[in-house]
Nanobody, 126 residues
Framework: HVQLVESGGGSVQAGGSLGLSCAGS????????MAWFRQLPGKQREGVAA???????????YYADSVKGRFYIYQGDPKSTTYLQMNSLRPEDTGMYYC?????????????????WGQGTQVTVS
């Protein structure tokens, strides 16, 4: 039974920083790819950042244009955890943030590409 549990959400003022963590369990060998998605009020879930490591210990990262240069994704060792460092936060970053793992293609920021999902953690920027 695979589980992903997010933590670290909360409220912050514009320009501030937050770090999100995602801990996975129940999956032997770690995940080849992990990602963060978010669902902004009234909008569909969208990809924010992803990391693909496959069989390597080094990951290739992917970011949505809206967060490039502000958000950074890391995958832990073993590869069952991921972290999202969010800097220079804006009110438009407010939403529910979800961790996802185990992708089936190289569409690393596509919702349909991920098999496992966490329950989400709220981020509010005012």
């Amino acid at each position: 039974h695979v589980q992903l549990v997010e933590s670290g959400g909360g409220s912050v003022q514009a320009g501030g920083s937050l770090g999100l963590s995602c801990a996975g369990s129940g999956y032997i060998g770690g995940f080849g790819c992990m990602a963060w998605f978010r669902q902004l009020p009234g909008k569909q879930r969208e990809g924010v950042a992803a990391v693909y490591s496959g069989d390597s210990t080094l990951g290739t990262t992917y970011y949505a244009d809206s967060v490039k240069g502000r958000f950074y994704i890391y995958q832990g060792d073993p590869k069952s955890t991921t972290y999202l460092q969010m800097n220079s936060l804006r009110p438009e970053d407010t939403g529910m943030y979800y961790c996802a793992a185990e992708c089936s293609s190289n569409e690393y920021l596509a919702v349909r590409n991920y098999k496992y999902w966490g329950q989400g953690t709220q981020v509010t920027v005012s």
